[in-house]
């Protein structure tokens, strides 16, 4: 069946280091490939998405790109703030007899000490 | 425009009580969605709509029930509450589904005693 698999946290790292949150999926067809992020107390919100193999997604300066050869859409941004915080989870959307459904992640926190 | 709106926020219920969230959206999605969400379990899809007057089960199902009697909402019932449902609860809702992605609600954390 369909799955993602994304690295167990808690990832711990100082102001402005690089940062990169592995993320691997099984899927049949082709899926679109998000990340979310959600902050203490609220919900999961759209950080990027990527709709077809070589895409790359991107915004306030995260990035992943959809790798069908390696089924990989690892998130990476090159000097993480302590704002960044958060819990980020890895997700896909197949259809199945014309019905989306969205697939998550356990999710990977992120702590970003000053 | 508020988006996907979620009430209650908190709510403490006695095993065998029963209770109802509502979920709302107002950027009129064909898609809502509900999930619950677990330490270390990620999200799980509990039922879903792919419009008015439709639902469908998903992957976890059993102790909940679930009404699309209006596009713009959807409810998620509980009929007999159990300690194993004490969770934060999320509502989501998408355009076309697919290609586009999940707009969420702020959660309703749950504890049921």
């Known amino acids: 069946g369909n799955s993602v698999t994304q690295m167990e946290g808690p990832v711990t790292l100082s102001e402005e280091a690089f940062l990169t949150i592995n993320c691997t999926y099984t899927?049949?067809?082709?899926?679109?490939l998000f990340w979310y992020v959600q902050y203490p107390g609220e919900g999961l919100q759209l950080l990027l998405k990527a709709t077809k193999a070589d895409d790359k997604g991107s915004n306030k300066g995260f990035e992943a790109t959809y790798r069908k050869e390696t089924t990989s859409f690892h998130l990476e941004k090159g000097s993480v703030q302590v704002s960044d915080s958060a819990v980020y989870f890895c997700?896909?959307?197949?259809?199945?007899?014309?019905?989306?459904?969205?697939?998550f992640g356990t999710g990977t926190r992120l702590k970003v000490l000053a | 425009n508020a988006g996907v709106t979620q009430t209650p926020k908190f709510r403490v219920l006695k095993t065998g009580q029963s209770m109802t969230l509502l979920c709302a959206q107002d950027?009129?999605?064909?898609?809502m969605y509900w999930y619950r969400q677990d330490p270390g379990m990620g999200l799980r899809l509990i039922h879903y709509s792919v419009g008015e007057g439709t639902t469908a089960k998903g992957e976890v199902p059993d102790g909940y029930n679930v009404s699309r009697l209006k596009k713009q909402n959807f409810l998620l019932g509980l009929e007999s509450a159990a300690p194993s449902q004490t969770s934060v609860y999320f509502c989501a809702s998408t355009g076309t589904g697919g290609r586009t992605e999940q707009y969420f609600g702020p959660g309703t954390r749950l504890t049921v005693t």
């Open positions: 899927a049949t067809g082709y899926p679109s």
């Open positions: 997700a896909l959307s197949t259809t199945t007899s014309g019905t989306y459904k969205y697939i």
């Open positions: 950027m009129n999605h064909e898609y």
